[in-house]
């Protein structure tokens, strides 16, 4: 697979990464350990070297699945993990409370690098940013852990301008996760020119809109217990047809291009800027497949024009995040 480049940062990846985390939660499915291990490597074996995880995902079990998965590839692959919440607070709504104080970033790297079995963290993020903590002492313990050796990039997830190009001063960012699709469009107004002054790279989470622009969703598909998309306000039944706009626009272009809409929406993406790698998950090895064949998908400025130009026709229902969980995304 084609590799790029994550900004000026040196660190050079698959252009497609995986993300890990429904590898053992977040879509109500539980999926045999072993099978989740088979599909790791399978994404290896297709091309895929950027692989991220999380602290957060599955209370710690997915770091040590893909920390288990990845042994037989160290110095072959880069892993990514973050950091910032605290997984001892009693469960609740929505997300952990954010914790990125500088002892408590330390000593979620130290316990990262077990469940990993690595020596070094290759990328570590804020997972969200921490309004009690100054982004600077934030920046300043993963340039203490860089330092040490235990970590090699700094990277940070849904972080807003301002926090970005105050982080970047003390450590610089390698790479900024933000959720962007044809269906979330933001970090193109928002974060693009920044990314770009600073030679950050952009590594989007969710870019199949979390599997609805596969076309695989109808107005009146249920999701079984426990899977998030139960409560995102755009998968509600009162968004769902005007969302499906987004998909048919997909399904209409992907018939001429002779690909699959997920391969387009992923095509389209890549086409954006070439320093941003998205990371879709899956915990089906078809769907591996299909996503990773995204990356033979070539269109041209004329087609890129025209799918960008209608989709900004369109209009996105429903918030993106639950309300117990939209107050993590700090602008």
Known sequence: MEKRALGRSGLEV???GLGCMSLTTGVGHRADKAEMIQLV??????GVTLFDTAELYGRTTNEELVGEALAPYRGRVAIATKFGFDLEAPLGPGLPPTNSRPEHIKAVAEAS??????????????????????????????????SAGKVRYFGLSEAGVDTIRRAHKIQPVTALQNEYSLWWREPEGA???????????????????KGFLTGTIAADTTFGAGDFRNSSPRFALEHRQ???????LLKTTAQSKNCTPAQL??????????????????????????????AEVTLSSAEVKAITGAADKLKAEG????????KYINR
């Open 242 to 248: 005007a969302n499906l706009a987004f998909v048919e």
């Open 41 to 46: 490597h399978r994404a290896v074996d297709l």
């Open 191 to 209: 974060f693009f020119p920044l990314l770009e002054e600073l030679g950050i790279g952009l590594v989007p989470y969710s870019p199949l809109g």
């Open 319 to 326: 918030h993106r995040y639950s309300e117990a969980n939209q």
């Open 113 to 146: 690098l077990k469940r990993l079995k690595v020596e070094t963290i290759d990328l570590f993020y804020q997972h969200r940013v921490d309004p009690a903590v100054p982004i600077e002492e934030v920046a300043g313990a993963v340039k203490d852990l860089i």
């Open 265 to 294: 929406a992923l095509a389209w993406i890549l086409a954006q800027k070439p320093w941003i790698v998205p990371i879709p998950g899956t915990s089906n090895p078809d769907r591996l497949a299909e996503n990773l064949g995204a």
């Open 14 to 16: 698959s252009a497609l």
